[in-house]
């Protein structure tokens, strides 16, 4: 692929191989291949952590595998108690669009609150071809898009969760020259609710790139682990249904006896129960992940709200199958077209799922080798690379160009 003269900002609100966010490692993700290419940017803050947005890096100019980032102080804690206030006030049932103000009061409270990084995209922004933006959902998208609609890219990796309902949120799907969507569901539900689809947009969700040696008896034997388990990997918070899997998992244990655990991988974000088979290894390197991906018997992905859900197809790269939430339609449609996998919407379905696999080997075989194929055949990192390049071709041209 030939490398472009393009200059490209992409902003999002926290960037390290630290965070185990999925937009953030979308964004890292996407801004590390496309580096071989654009000169790529990122603009980002300088947290780590998303409770209260304290800074953790130092502000400046560094240098991370092929992009050049730009990290711009907090200047304001958030305060959750003030949050989770406006939170309860704006989502409660209830006629919210009488509380206008409260919105953006609410937006405020989110943040991150980084005016420096908002400042950099004013001035320089015609020192950049190209700002791509990732979710929606904080600050620095949604001021960052205003202040340069007709060069934005916005990757909103929205799904269907209270705060998309506000509605400062309208205008901010109509105003970017470009909407990268990572699914069918996800585009549906937003041309849905925004009535936007004259905003060019396409499809293009993200390449899946699985390590040539992954081991999973090297995970069980770095980690002490003989006896069969389960894995969740990603952030550990009530956000994703964490809660909601530890009360599924420690209930199939008492009911079932069976010799299971439940390992988790992944910053946590509220405690961890104190149960004899429930193992937290926390935050891994990525390759460590893989091969715990490969070790586990089902991968498990609770969460009702996913736009994507990298893990569940790295996961499924490895052919390992997963167990997900049949709530979300994303995670449903992953099953459905991998044949990868299967899905619950009870306790009830997700104990006999998860009897079902762990009984079956060759039915977890045959899952993981159609979930591997799925992933090889739609998720290369090569496709993706030239859909972006396309994109960002076409933004930097006007807009004028692109044919979807």
């Not at 193992?279 to 460590?288: A, H, I, N, P, T």
């Not at 991998?338 to 009870?346: F, P, Q, R, T």
């Not at 306790?347 to 799925?374: I, K, M, N, P, V």
Request: glycine share 6%; net charge negative; charged share 25%.
């Amino acid at each position: 692929m030939a490398e472009i003269s393009l200059r490209v900002a992409f902003v999002v609100q926290r960037y390290s191989p630290e965070v185990a966010g999925g937009a953030e490692a979308l964004c890292r993700h996407v801004a590390e291949r496309l580096g071989h290419y654009v000169d790529a940017h990122v603009l980002t803050t300088c947290a780590l952590e998303y409770e209260r947005w304290a800074n953790h890096y130092s502000s400046g100019v560094t240098k991370l595998n092929q992009v050049t980032v730009h990290r711009f102080p907090v200047s304001k804690e958030r305060n959750r108690r003030t949050f989770n206030r406006l939170s309860e006030r704006l989502f409660s049932p209830g006629d919210r669009h009488d509380y206008p103000a409260g919105e953006l009061e609410w937006m405020l409270a989110q943040g991150p609150r980084a005016e420096t990084l908002l400042d950099h995209i004013s001035e320089c922004r015609d020192e950049y071809d190209v700002f791509v933006f990732f979710t929606y959902l904080y600050y620095t998208t949604f001021f960052g898009v205003q202040l340069v609609p007709e060069k934005s890219v916005l990757v909103p990796t929205a799904h269907d969760e209270p705060p998309i309902y506000l509605e400062i949120f309208r205008p901010l799907f109509h105003i970017p020259r470009f909407i990268v969507f990572l699914t069918d569901e996800e585009r549906d539900f937003v041309h849905r609710h925004f009535q936007n689809p004259h905003v060019p947009w396409a499809v293009v969700g993200t390449g899946i790139g699985t390590p040539r040696d992954v081991s999973g008896e090297r995970f069980r034997a770095r980690y002490g682990l003989s006896e069969p388990f389960i894995l969740y990997a990603g952030r550990i918070s009530p956000s994703k249904n964490c809660n909601g899997l530890f009360e599924f998992f420690k209930r199939y244990k008492e009911e079932t006896n069976a010799s299971l655990k439940l390992v988790l991988i992944g910053r946590a974000d509220m405690p961890i129960p104190e149960y004899a088979d429930i193992v937290y290894l926390g935050f891994v390197r990525e390759e460590d992940k893989f091969d715990g991906l490969q070790a586990a018997e089902v991968v498990v992905m609770p969460s009702r709200f996913e736009s994507f859900s990298i893990v569940s197809l790295e996961a499924l790269s490895v052919g390992t199958p997963v167990l997900v939430n049949g709530e979300s339609l994303v995670l449903k449609e992953h099953c459905l077209r991998a044949n990868g996998g299967l899905y619950y919407h009870s306790y009830e379905e997700f104990s006999l799922a998860l009897t079902l696999l762990l009984e079956r080997e060759d039915l977890r075989r045959r899952l993981g080798r159609q979930g591997a194929a799925y992933v090889s055949q739609f998720y290369p990192w090569s496709t993706i690379e030239r859909r972006y390049l396309e994109i960002l071709e076409s933004v930097a041209n006007g807009g004028e160009d692109w044919v979807r």
